[in-house]
């Protein structure tokens, strides 16, 4: 998964620019075949309805239809001759289905949509007056393990394809019938452990669907040499690490995958990765109460972060059935960010919205799927 591979189907002639821009591609032969419309910028679906013997300017309608009108098919697509339609009518868009959906009392709405194969991820809308964030899955379930999530616990199926991931946006969009103004990598899976298609997603979202890099936001648990690999593709996104431990040993007790990748040496890449972007990073730890929520913690996690131009954000657990963890009382929080604070060291607590709504990462899933 090196950086470079994501510019697999790039011609040789264009090799400084992304696949996702490039003009001749493989990617427009294998449109409608093997790959999904959904996810195929403007030159590769112009080339591609070309190829269907159609004028250059039916590829601009096919790409308003997918990315602004939300067509579902080909047949949704009213422009185009009905002829044309019944032709390339078993080309696949590449949009999944709501296969249920709850709506919390903060008006988080968490769905479970379904794939072309019948696997089931999670996506979660998180509306506000001004912003609406969609939390977004990488893989479906996850292979890391974490001790205090769901998805750790419901194990790996495989990583979603490009379109699958741009699907998520574009479902929520639609649903709420407004604009998606945030994103955060933040639902089941590793983005990191399939990076070629959230880089590659990143790039749809922001040059296709319209979302600002700088509004998008990638979650990791770490993964040695990723973060470092991340950086090469000069993405303008915020990356956020999920620490959860201030020492190593304990680290690796609630991260299971942790244990090859000492916690010194992930901080390190962390630094890293801000020299080589110039952009913000942010620790998450969640607090599981009587395990890492002691001022001692806090203590020996601000002096990892010496001099670390970073933020870290506090997640009071949200309770899930599989553990038996148990989240920090407000007290203990604030005494937790009170050392931090004294250590100079930027500190937001983040509550997770929706908790009616099993908002714990692969929570839903769990109980409904
Ligand atoms: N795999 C990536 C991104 C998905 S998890 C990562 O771990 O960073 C996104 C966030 O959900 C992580 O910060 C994780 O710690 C948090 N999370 C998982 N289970 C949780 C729970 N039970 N309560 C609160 N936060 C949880
Ligand atoms: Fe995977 Fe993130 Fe859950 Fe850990 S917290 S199991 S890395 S999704």
């Known amino acids: 998964m090196s950086p470079t591979s994501v510019s697999q189907v790039q011609s040789p002639d264009r090799s400084s620019r992304s696949a996702h821009h490039s003009g ?14 959904l996810g195929a910028s403007l030159a590769e679906l112009t080339e591609w309805v070309q190829q269907q013997g159609q004028p250059a300017y039916r590829g601009k309608q096919l790409y308003q239809w997918i990315y602004e009108k939300g067509a579902r098919s080909i047949s949704d697509i009213s422009v185009f001759s009905k002829q044309w339609r019944e032709t390339v009518a078993n080309v696949s868009i590449g ?15 968490k769905y479970l ?13 998180i509306p506000t007056e001004k912003r609406l964030t969609v939390c977004v899955s990488a893989q479906v379930g996850c292979a890391m393990g974490c001790d205090f999530c ?17 699907d998520q946006i574009l479902t929520v969009q639609q649903d709420f019938g407004r604009r998606v103004s945030n994103i955060v990598f933040m639902g089941m899976g590793e983005p990191l452990l399939n990076a070629d298609n959230v880089v590659e997603a990143v ?4 040059q296709d669907v319209g979302i600002g890099q700088r509004n998008i936001t990638i979650s990791t648990v770490g993964i040695r040499d990723r973060i470092r690999q991340l950086a090469e593709h000069q993405l303008q996104v915020t990356l956020a690490v999920s620490l959860h431990a201030s020492n190593q040993r304990l680290r690796e007790q609630l991260i299971p995958s942790a244990r090859p990748y000492p916690l ?7 630094r890293e990765y801000v020299k080589l972007t110039g952009r913000r990073l942010s620790f ?13 913690h806090a203590a020996e996690l601000a002096n990892h972060l010496r001099g670390f131009q970073c933020h870290v954000n506090l997640i009071p657990y949200n309770p899930i059935q599989e553990a038996d963890y148990k989240r920090p009382n407000p007290q203990r929080i604030k005494a937790f960010v009170d050392v931090l604070e004294k250590k100079k060291i930027a500190v937001s607590v983040r509550y997770s919205r929706g908790l009616e709504a099993d908002a714990a990462c692969g929570q839903l899933r769990a109980s409904k799927a």
Do not use: M, W
Request: overall charge negative.
């Open 24 to 37: 001749k591609t493989a990617v427009a032969v294998e449109l409608g075949t093997v790959k999904p419309l």
């Open 95 to 109: 949009r999944s289905t709501i296969h249920f959906r709850s709506v919390a009392p903060d008006d988080t709405v």
């Open 113 to 125: 949509l379904k794939l072309a194969d019948g696997q089931i991820i999670e996506t979660v809308g």
């Open 150 to 166: 769901a998805t750790g616990k419901g194990g790996f199926k495989r990583n979603l394809a490009k379109h699958e991931i741009v």
């Open 203 to 206: 790039k749809c979202l922001n």
């Open 264 to 270: 010194d040496e992930l901080i390190a890449e962390c």
């Open 284 to 296: 998450e730890y969640i607090l599981l109460a009587g395990v890492n929520d002691l001022p001692e």
